[in-house]
């Protein structure tokens, strides 16, 4: 029997889904995007909190100004985008970002290693748990590219 096109294509896609999936869990780093307080994009590097495959990441950061910065940009507009790099491969991702203030999430996620940024840990009022939710996926793995849209 043979396949339907529409059927080879979905098996790619999850094909490439996984092996996105593997990819994040060797980068420990991303950069993030944000829309700063003038509608120019503003990428920076961070450290990955957790992450649930390239659908769900999670970033401690912190709010310094009230004026600019991540924190700041993400308050105002949740639209961000996240790319991740490893040999030669890369997925870039657009999608929103949302605070996290469940406390049992933020104890889970906290690493100790972050206290040289807040010495009082998740009670530090400059900590904040965001995470980035994804909504299209641009994947280049393994020279296969192709973009896909999720909810």
């Known amino acids: 029997m043979t396949k339907k096109a529409s059927e080879i294509q979905k098996k790619r896609i999850k094909e ?7 990819l994040i869990k060797k980068c420990s780093t991303t950069t ?11 990428t920076c590097l961070l450290s990955i909190a957790k992450a649930e495959g390239f659908s769900d990441i999670y970033f401690v950061t912190s709010k310094r100004s009230s004026i600019n910065g991540k924190v700041t940009h993400f308050e105002k507009d949740p639209k961000a985008s996240v790319c ?3 040999d030669g491969d890369s997925v870039t991702l657009i999608g ?3 605070f996290i203030t469940d406390r049992e999430f933020q104890e889970a996620v906290w690493n100790e290693t ?5 010495k009082k840990g998740i009670d530090d009022p400059k900590f904040r748990l965001i ?3 994804t909504i299209e ?3 280049w793995i ?7 849209k999720y909810k």
Do not use: M, Q
């Not at 993030?32 to 503003?42: A, F």
């Open 137 to 139: 996926a641009t994947f």
């Open 131 to 133: 995470r980035f939710h």
């Open 114 to 118: 972050d206290r040289r940024f807040f």
């Open 96 to 98: 929103n970002v949302e």
């Open 32 to 42: 993030l995007t944000s829309i700063n307080e003038k509608g120019y994009p503003r």
């Open 16 to 22: 490439l889904e996984e092996k996105a999936n593997a």
């Open 84 to 86: 991740y790099f490893f």
């Open 142 to 148: 393994e020279g296969k590219f192709r973009t896909c």
